[in-house]
């Protein structure tokens, strides 16, 4: 079965600067997604960002990107310019690329929060 | 704009007492999720529809059911609330992940409805 950690519970930012939140996973697949999620306060979940496994470029969406390593199954998430927007809960999901299996797997959140 | 709603977004219910949670969605999306989400915690599969196919998680008390009358509608039924079924209950939806090999599998979700046993 696969896991996803997500050891750090929690961050704090300055407003304008960069952060990372980690994100490991393990698995015996080589094919999959991998994405993460953010959850703001008493509001819905929304999709930040998606890598594919069979790609080498590390996805980006405006100020954010991941830094993904195959082979250390390790997924990175950098806020760049970082706003008091961002606060939120970010969750590290897994899904395989197999068949219908289109489960996600999340890892336990951190919870970030920007400082004005 | 198309979305995923859950009614309602908050229920009160009494120890033991049934209680229908609520999700429906305009994108057309073949497949439905239903996710409990405790306090600081990761949502947790429940199970989700592929179509009229119903998959249930191996883990997943007997305590809740789902059905899905159509593709816009999906139920969630609790039928002896406990203590610890109080959380936060999340909808999302996506297209077939088989089919599709873009983004376009994305889950989408709803705002939740969190659920108060008394």
């Known amino acids: 079965a696969q896991t996803v950690t997500q050891s750090q519970p929690e961050m704090s930012v300055q407003e304008a600067e960069t952060v990372t939140l980690s994100c490991t996973y393990d698995?015996?697949?080589?094919?999959?997604?991998l994405f993460w999620y953010k959850q703001p306060p008493s509001r819905q979940m929304i999709l930040v960002i998606r890598q594919e496994a069979y790609k080498q470029q590390n996805a980006t969406e405006n100020r954010f990107s991941v830094n993904f390593q195959k082979a250390a199954k390790s997924f990175s998430l950098k806020i760049s310019d970082s706003q008091l927007g961002d606060a939120a809960m970010y969750f590290c999901?897994?899904?395989?690329?197999?068949?219908?299996?289109?489960?996600?797997?999340f890892g336990k959140g951190i919870t970030l929060s920007v400082r004005p | 704009d198309a979305m995923v709603i859950q009614n309602p977004r908050y229920q009160v219910t009494q120890f033991g007492k049934p209680v229908t949670l609520s999700c429906s969605q305009t994108l057309n999306h073949n497949v439905m999720y239903w996710y409990q989400q405790k306090s600081s915690q990761a949502p947790k599969l429940l199970f989700h529809y592929y179509d009229k196919d119903f998959n249930n998680e191996a883990d997943t008390p007997d305590n809740f059911q789902s059905r899905r009358p159509n593709t816009s509608f999906c139920f969630l039924d609790i039928r002896s609330p406990g203590l610890g079924d109080a959380a936060m209950y999340l909808c999302?939806?996506?297209?077939?992940?088989?089919?599709?090999?873009?983004?376009?599998?994305?889950?989408?979700f709803g705002p939740g409805t969190r659920l108060t046993v008394l």
């Open positions: 999302a939806t996506s297209r077939d992940p088989v089919l599709l090999s873009d983004s376009t599998d994305t889950q989408y």
């Open positions: 698995t015996s697949e080589s094919d999959y997604y």
């Open positions: 999901a897994y899904r395989s690329a197999a068949g219908a299996n289109s489960k996600l797997t």
